[in-house]
């Protein structure tokens, strides 16, 4: 935003990033894990949100922003409410 100043700036800031053709294992690596047994370490104690989009979502917002010449910061995340992990 410096560079360009507040009217000319548009900065998308979004969740975890997800969608069709995926091949990070982000969802499938816990239940595989889950499925060989035994003890399982977990990043967290099932209170941390965790809040995603889906790619096609996060493309269809930002070509609208685009296309009316929107400039802001944008935290950009769902669903509403988040799963917790």
């Known amino acids: 935003?410096?560079?360009?100043?507040?009217?000319?700036s548009l900065i998308?800031?979004?969740?975890?990033?997800?969608?069709p053709f995926d091949n990070n294992n982000f969802f499938t690596y816990w239940?595989?894990?889950i499925r060989f047994g035994g003890e399982v370490l977990a990043p967290s104690d099932g209170?941390?949100?965790?809040?995603?989009?889906?790619?096609?979502?996060?493309?269809s917002f930002t070509n609208t922003l685009i296309e009316q010449?929107?400039?802001?910061v944008f935290i950009v995340t769902g669903p509403n409410e988040p799963i917790l992990f």
């Open 1 to 8: 935003m410096k560079a360009f100043g507040k009217e000319k």
């Open 31 to 33: 239940v595989v894990r």
């Open 12 to 19: 998308i800031r979004p969740g975890a990033v997800i969608g």
């Open 69 to 72: 010449k929107i400039s802001s």
């Open 47 to 59: 209170d941390r949100p965790l809040q995603f989009i889906d790619t096609r979502d996060l493309a």
